[in-house]
């Protein structure tokens, strides 16, 4: 789950600072962690995986649309659903919030004007 952790964080620096593409990129990253992730705890009821399916759709709705306000209301969405199972599985005490600030130095967010194709893998 370290991946299901960093990733989301990538996912919503990429969005606040308005990198569409990157956002688009991360969140297929985060999509294809959660399945990894999900993988590997074959106890985990169906519902609980399938609860953050409609946050990560309206997050790509918010990429695709370019908008920060929908953007920001999905991802909490999504930590919401995160949260959920957490608590569905008893590990109640695993509470992710939205990111305060990003902690990867290493890598820009900010949009990079053209460079690359759209996030589509
Ligand atoms: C389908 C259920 C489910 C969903 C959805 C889910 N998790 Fe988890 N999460 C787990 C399970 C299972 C564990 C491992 C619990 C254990 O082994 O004790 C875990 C553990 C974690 C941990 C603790 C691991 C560590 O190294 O500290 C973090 C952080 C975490 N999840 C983040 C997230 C984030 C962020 C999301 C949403 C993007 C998310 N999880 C969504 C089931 C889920």
């Known amino acids: 789950m370290s991946a299901v952790q960093f990733r989301p964080m990538k996912l919503w ?10 956002a688009g990129y991360q969140l ?9 992730a999900v993988a590997l705890y074959t106890d985990i ?6 609860m953050v399916d409609p946050p990560i759709r309206s997050i790509e709705r918010a990429i695709a649309a370019r908008n920060s306000a929908a953007f920001s209301r999905a991802f909490a969405e999504l930590t919401t659903g995160c949260n959920a199972c957490h608590q569905s599985i008893g590990r109640g005490f695993i509470v992710m919030k939205v990111p305060a600030a990003s902690p990867f130095s290493n ?15």
């Not at 620096?13 to 990157?22: D, F, H, M, R």
């Not at 297929?28 to 990894?36: I, K, Q």
């Not at 890598?107 to 893998?121: H, I, T, V």
């Open 13 to 22: 620096t990429a969005g606040a600072q308005k990198n569409w593409q990157l």
């Open 28 to 36: 297929e990253l985060v999509r294809d962690s959660l399945t990894e």
């Open 45 to 50: 009821p169906v519902e609980n995986i399938t």
């Open 107 to 121: 890598q820009s967010f900010s949009p990079q004007g053209g460079k690359g194709n759209d996030a589509r893998r």
